[in-house]
């Protein structure tokens, strides 16, 4: 557990709290901040009993690095190597929800484990850059859900979770994407890997040499790959199959089951069944809807306390890659082909 002087302050981000929080971050305390992807739970980047904090409050393994978030482009040139495709991707894209990982420079930062990488990223969200500036160091800040549970992108979910265990919780602001940002690394024959999809897609990026990263290794390139991820309190399977028999599966289980289905707007035509929890999180053409409301929905089920969750199974193109990864991870991979 985090030693707390107090409990934890819940906020909103008027300037006011934003200095506060600045405070508090300089002190080497954690702050819970919006960002435009989910909450992040950040603390002093140069601060290395800071960044051991956030590790307690999250129960994350030690062995998995932070995303550095500072507040202009210039500061990624400061605490990182830049390379020329870093460079013009930089000009093209940041601030974005795009981190890029890059060689580190000196020894300042504390995100990046033994790494001599560091993983670093502008928001685009205006609270959480004003916070930074006021704050006057990077933040080193992860997703600000317990490790292994879905990603917050609304401020009840974190005070749940994170209530006593953090300074303050600046909250009242709608994470507009939902999923986490892209994060990228570079190759040196110029070509760059996508560590994890985001709302910066491969099709956004086609201009650069994609290279293809092989199945999981022993040893894999970003260390969050090999954990457990965003998995709800109840077991998930995604379904593939027409509407017609999802929704006669789906029914024929929850006879025995307080069953929640993860679908889209389309699907909830069907006549209700008391049993079913039926979330809907966009229409099925709605990509970027479905990207903003998924975790939200993930973490609503745990709070109905269902005995399993159906999904169905999101278009894989633009963001609906990213969509499909968080799924397939929550899912611990079980797919149901009907
Ligand atoms: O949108 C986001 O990126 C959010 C907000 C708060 O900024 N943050 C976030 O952080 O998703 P986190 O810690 O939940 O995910 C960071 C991912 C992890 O998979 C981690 O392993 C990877 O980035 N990572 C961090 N540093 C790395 C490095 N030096 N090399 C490779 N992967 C790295
Ligand atoms: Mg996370």
Redesign the pocket.
């Known amino acids: 557990m985090v030693n707390l002087t107090g409990k934890t302050e819940i906020v909103n981000a008027d300037e006011k709290n934003l200095r506060k929080a600045a405070e508090i971050i300089k002190n080497g305390g954690l702050v819970v901040f919006p960002?435009e992807?989910?909450?992040?739970?950040g603390a002093n980047a140069l601060d290395k009993n800071a960044v051991k904090k956030i590790y307690e409050a999250k129960g994350?393994p030690h062995d998995?690095?932070?995303?550095v978030?500072v507040s202009n482009p210039e500061d990624i040139y400061k605490y990182a190597e830049v390379t020329e495709i870093a460079d013009k991707i930089i000009k093209k894209f940041i601030p974005a929800?795009l981190?890029l990982?890059l060689k580190k420079k000196g020894s300042e930062l504390n995100?990046?484990c033994k790494?001599d990488?560091?993983?670093i990223?502008v928001?685009a969200n205006n609270t959480a850059r004003k916070l930074i500036e006021l704050a006057g160091a990077p933040i080193a800040?992860?997703?600000?859900n317990l490790s292994g549970k879905p990603?917050p992108t609304n401020a009840e979910h974190i005070i749940k979770d994170l209530n006593g265990k953090v300074n303050m919780i600046i909250c009242g602001e709608n994470c507009e994407i939902g999923?986490?940002?892209t994060?990228i690394?570079f190759n040196p024959d110029e070509s760059i890997n996508i560590?994890?999809s985001?709302s910066i897609t491969r099709e956004m990026l086609c201009e650069f040499k994609i290279r293809e990263l092989r199945a999981p290794t022993e040893r894999p390139?970003?260390?969050?790959?090999k954990y457990t991820h965003y998995s709800p309190d109840a077991p998930l399977y995604i379904l593939s199959g027409s509407d017609e028999k999802i929704m006669d599966f789906v029914k024929e289980e929850a006879m025995n089951k307080k069953t929640g289905f993860l679908c889209f707007d389309e699907n909830l035509k069907y006549p209700e069944d008391n049993n079913i929890i039926a979330l809907s999180i966009g229409s099925k053409n709605n990509l970027k809807e479905q990207a903003k409301n998924l975790f939200n929905a993930l973490n609503k089920f745990n709070v109905f306390g269902v005995d399993i969750i159906y999904s169905v199974e999101p278009a894989r193109i633009e963001i609906g890659e990213a969509i499909y990864n968080r799924l397939i991870k929550a899912a611990g991979g079980k797919v149901i082909n009907l």
Do not use: D, K, W
Request: net charge positive; glycine share 10%; no cysteine.
């Open positions: 960002t992807t989910g909450y992040g739970l994350r998995n690095p932070l995303i978030h929800p981190t990982v995100a990046a790494l990488t560091v993983a990223r928001p800040a992860p997703s600000a990603s999923l986490e940002s994060v690394s560590l994890r985001g390139v970003s260390p969050g790959i």
